[in-house]
Nanobody
Framework: QVQLVESGGGLVKAGGALRLSCAAS????????MGWFRQAPGKEREFVAS????????DYADSVKGRFTISRDNAKNTVYLQMNSLKPAYSAVYYC??????????????????WGQGTQVTVSS
């Protein structure tokens, strides 16, 4: 089992920035690829970004490419999502997730076995 706890969400004005953190516990963090997803009210959960176990390979949804940066610190068992130039359309609950899959660029919800409880991000216009 892997336990994931997100933090760092909040209310920010359009054009602002936030950094989300996801702290992992329970198993060897570096064995897992990590992803960030988001879900807005009435919409399906969607892929935002992923990072492989070592941090060398990242993948982004087109909608956030150039604005968001995913990173990880395996010594701290933490994955981050730096979000810049935020837009109101980015308002959602953001979730981190973990997978043992060795594939790169994992974008589908059902390939991730472990999920955090989510953190709310609200971007005002």
């Amino acid at each position: 089992q892997v336990q994931l706890v997100e933090s760092g969400g909040g209310l920010v004005k359009a054009g602002g920035a936030l950094r989300l953190s996801c702290a992992a516990s329970g198993r060897t963090f570096s064995n897992y690829a990590m992803g960030w997803f988001r879900q807005a009210p009435g919409k399906e959960r969607e892929f935002v970004a992923s990072i492989n176990w070592g941090g060398a390979v990242t993948d982004y949804a087109d909608s956030v490419k150039g604005r968001f940066t995913i990173s990880r610190d395996n010594a701290k068992n933490t994955v981050y999502l730096q979000m810049n130039s935020l837009k109101p359309a980015y308002s959602a609950v953001y979730y981190c997730a973990a997978t043992r899959s060795a594939k790169f660029g994992i974008r589908t919800v059902n390939e991730y076995a472990y999920w955090g409880q989510g953190t709310q991000v609200t971007v005002s216009s």
